[in-house]
Structures are given as structure tokens and as C-alpha cells.
T-cell receptor, first 115, second 112 residues
């Protein structure tokens, strides 16, 4: 079945450690996104990539890094520089369209807890 | 200021009853508006898309409306079921801009 797979589902990390969240899609979508979701807040864009080997910062990129070496994969690293990393992280992909009407397909999310 | 405001923030309804969720936006120039359903601990799933020329669109028991003049959309849930318990997120796209504006969601709880 086509879709987006995020792993791990749950992750615990000690302060000062980097952690990488995996996101893989087999929908052949060009664009991929990482969002952060906190209770009572809307989704906030961390990074996005519209093509392989290229990515742009979103609204809250500080303390995060990404790579896009393959079309199918867009891993997110939460670094020790991120001051408040405990959150629910959502990866999404979308087929580019002229009027930005494409549907975002989301993964099941990764819940990161910093101890 | 958030470009997408949703109300009510949360509501509890009895199984079998109807409810209406509201989304007001300031995004301009408007391209389209989507309603997503997000079950607890899961990723959001698209329910419907509304473009500028569309006033109403249904997807099963879900009916979305759009008034592009007043920049308002609503999502009506008919004959609610326990599985409708979720957060409903309004997402607005601007023309000529790849960015999306997200509302904070309407949290719906359906009780038997």
C-alpha cells in the first residue's frame, strides 16, 4: 500500500542528545514536510523540501536539521540545541500542483519525550 | 495573529446528534481550503477540499461549506458516531504561495 511511514512511533531522549526521526514515502511525491504539533496549537512547519538535495527552513527550524538525499526519504534530526523538543512530530508529503491544491498525506507521527 | 481561527475550541455532543464547526481565515489571495480529521495520536487525514468557486461539498456524513466573500467555512457532521471523536483541522492555501496556514483545530468528543 502507498503511504508515509514514520519511525519510531515513540522515542525518549535524555537532554543533550541528538535524535533522528525517520520518514519514508512511496507515493512518488516531490514535496515533503516536517511539522511539530503541541497541545492546543496548530501545526508548525519545521522544514520542507520540494526536490531532492534541496530543502528550506520553515517557521521553527532552529535546533533541527534535515536531509533529502533520496526522493523517498526526509529524515529529521532534533539536536541538543532545540530548547523544548518534547512534542508530536508529523511528516507529510504532497504532489506539487500549480494552484497548491494537492492533498497533504501525513504519517502516523512520532512522539518525542525528553527526560 | 493566526491567519486561521477555528471555533469552538472543543465540544461534546451526544451520539446521533449533529454539530457544526467554524473556520474563519484571513489568508489572501485565497486558493483553497481543506478540512482534515485527526484521531488522537494519529496523523491528519483530508476530508474535503473547497476551492474558490465551490459553496458546498459533502463526504458521507461530513458537509463543508465555503463563503469566500466573508472568508468563512464550516464543517457539518450529521448523525454523529463515536468514531467522529477527533480533532478537525482547517487548512488554508494562498494562491502563488506554497505555504499552508493551519487552524488549531476543533476538538470533538462524541458520547453515547
Amino acid at each position: 500500500d502507498g503511504g508515509i511511514t514514520q519511525s519510531p512511533k515513540y522515542l525518549f531522549r535524555k537532554e543533550g542528545q541528538n535524535v533522528t526521526l525517520s520518514c519514508e514515502q512511496n507515493l512518488n511525491h516531490d514535496a515533503m514536510y516536517w511539522y511539530r504539533q503541541d497541545p492546543g496549537q496548530g501545526l508548525r512547519l519545521i522544514y520542507y523540501s520540494q526536490i531532492v538535495n534541496d530543502f528550506q527552513k520553515g517557521d521553527i527550524a532552529e535546533g533541527y536539521s534535515v536531509s533529502r538525499e533520496k526522493k523517498e526519504s526526509f529524515p529529521l534530526t532534533v539536536t541538543s540545541a532545540q530548547k523544548n523538543p518534547t512534542a508530536f512530530y508529523l511528516c507529510a508529503s504532497k504532489q506539487a500542483s500549480g494552484e497548491n491544491t494537492g492533498e497533504l498525506f501525513f504519517g502516523e507521527g512520532s512522539r518525542l519525550t525528553v527526560l | 495573529k493566526n491567519q486561521v481561527e477555528q471555533s469552538p475550541q472543543s465540544l461534546i455532543i451526544l451520539e446521533g446528534k449533529n454539530c457544526t464547526l467554524q473556520c474563519n481565515y484571513t489568508v489572501s489571495p485565497f486558493s483553497n481550503l481543506r478540512w482534515y480529521k485527526q484521531d488522537t495520536g494519529r496523523g491528519p487525514v483530508s476530508l474535503t477540499i473547497m476551492t474558490f468557486s465551490e459553496n458546498t461539498k459533502s463526504n458521507g456524513r461530513y458537509t463543508a461549506t465555503l463563503d469566500a466573500d466573508t472568508k468563512q467555512s464550516s464543517l457539518h457532521i450529521t448523525a454523529s458516531q463515536l468514531s467522529d471523536s477527533a480533532s478537525y483541522i482547517c487548512v488554508v492555501s494562498a494562491r502563488g504561495n506554497n505555504r499552508l496556514a493551519f487552524g488549531k483545530g476543533n476538538q470533538v468528543v462524541v458520547i453515547p
